[in-house]
């Protein structure tokens, strides 16, 4: 059974930092990449950040600069370092692997909240 658990949201001030991480368990072949997307109430699902197993990361613009994707070089657990955090970027951040290029599987949510 595949299983990816996410970790570490919670509230933070803006202009805080959080570190997301997720593990994936039960993918015997085929993981090819991970990522992190966020939904906002009222919003649509977006892509906030992806890591290859190669390396290669993508960013969505809005998070350039401030956010790290890194991991699923030795593993299938990807963490997701937040900096700077601002009040749009609460939303709650989905997990997810993609099996030859293709997302499959999802984690189950973890809340941010960047408010003062």
């Known amino acids: 059974q595949v299983q990816l658990v996410e970790s570490g949201g919670g509230l933070v001030q803006p202009g805080g930092s959080l570190r997301l991480s997720c593990a994936a368990s039960g993918i015997r072949f085929g993981l090819s990449a991970m990522g992190w997307y966020r939904q906002a109430p009222g919003k649509e699902r977006e892509l906030v950040a992806t890591v290859t197993r190669g390396g290669s990361t993508n960013y969505a613009d809005s998070v350039k600069g401030r956010f790290t994707i890194s991991g699923l070089n030795a593993g299938n657990t990807v963490y997701l370092q937040m900096n700077s955090l601002k009040p749009e970027d609460t939303a709650v951040y989905y997990c997810?692997?993609?099996?030859?290029?293709?997302?499959?599987?999802w984690g189950q949510g973890t809340q941010v909240t960047v408010s003062s």
């Open positions: 997810n692997a993609m099996i030859n290029s293709i997302p499959a599987y």
